[in-house]
């Protein structure tokens, strides 16, 4: 699991950067993205992530759903 923050519209660029990094890096990852210039999901289905998260909450529930649902859950 990787997740990317993006706080402002200049860090979306690299969040974006960076979720394009490791998929070409490592591959099939799951990536959450979120932040304050993240708004919703959409946002962080255009920056090439598979999930967004509102805030630091939302992580555990979101990553233990991806995870269980791909067979990783430990």
């Known amino acids: 699991m990787t997740a990317a923050s993006g706080l402002n519209g200049e860090s979306l660029?690299?969040?974006s950067s960076?979720?394009?990094?490791?998929?070409q890096s490592i591959g099939a990852v799951p990536v959450l993205?979120?932040?304050a210039a993240v708004r919703d999901?959409?946002?962080a289905q255009r920056l090439g992530a598979d999930a967004w998260a509102g805030d630091a909450r939302e992580v555990?529930?979101?990553i233990s759903a991806i995870t269980s649902t791909r067979g990783?859950?430990?």
């Open 41 to 43: 999901e959409q946002s």
């Open 60 to 62: 555990g529930p979101i």
């Open 18 to 23: 960076l979720i394009e990094a490791v998929r």
């Open 13 to 15: 660029t690299a969040a």
């Open 33 to 35: 993205a979120g932040g």
């Open 72 to 74: 990783q859950k430990r």
